[in-house]
């Protein structure tokens, strides 16, 4: 089992920034790849980004360039840098994490799930 601890969420104006983060523990080394998840009320859940730990990324088209996924190895903490925030991208953020790395370039569902962070844009 991996367990997480998510932190980082918060309300914040249009066009302001945000930084959440995701530290696992428990059988973390099968694990291969972490990223995030969304949902929003009354939508699917999308997937954000996505980072083996090999340092491969993948992103939402709704996010490039605005948001930056990182991995600290050593602390086998994720981290998601989100920046120019929209209303749109009011969610909860789901922590997630995977053992085949490659999941981040698929639709397969990750293994494992956090409590979720609630991320809230408005003015």
């Known amino acids: 089992q991996v367990q997480f601890v998510e932190s980082g969420g918060g309300l914040v104006q249009p066009g302001e920034s945000l930084r959440l983060s995701c530290a696992a523990s428990?059988?973390?080394?099968?694990?291969?790849?972490m990223g995030w998840y969304r949902q929003a009320p009354g939508k699917p859940r999308e997937l954000v980004a996505a980072?083996?730990?090999?340092?491969?990324?993948n992103y939402a088209d709704s996010v490039k360039g605005r948001f930056t996924i990182s991995l600290d190895n050593g602390k086998n903490t994720v981290y998601l840098r989100m920046n120019s925030l929209k209303p749109e991208d009011t969610a909860v953020y789901y922590c997630?994490?995977?053992?085949?790395?490659?999941?981040?370039?698929?639709?397969?569902?990750?293994?494992?799930w956090g409590q979720g962070t609630q991320v809230t844009v408005s003015s």
């Open positions: 997630v994490a995977h053992r085949d790395s490659m999941i981040i370039f698929t639709t397969a569902t990750f293994e494992y």
């Open positions: 428990g059988t973390i080394a099968s694990i291969g790849a």
């Open positions: 980072i083996t730990h090999s340092g491969l990324t």
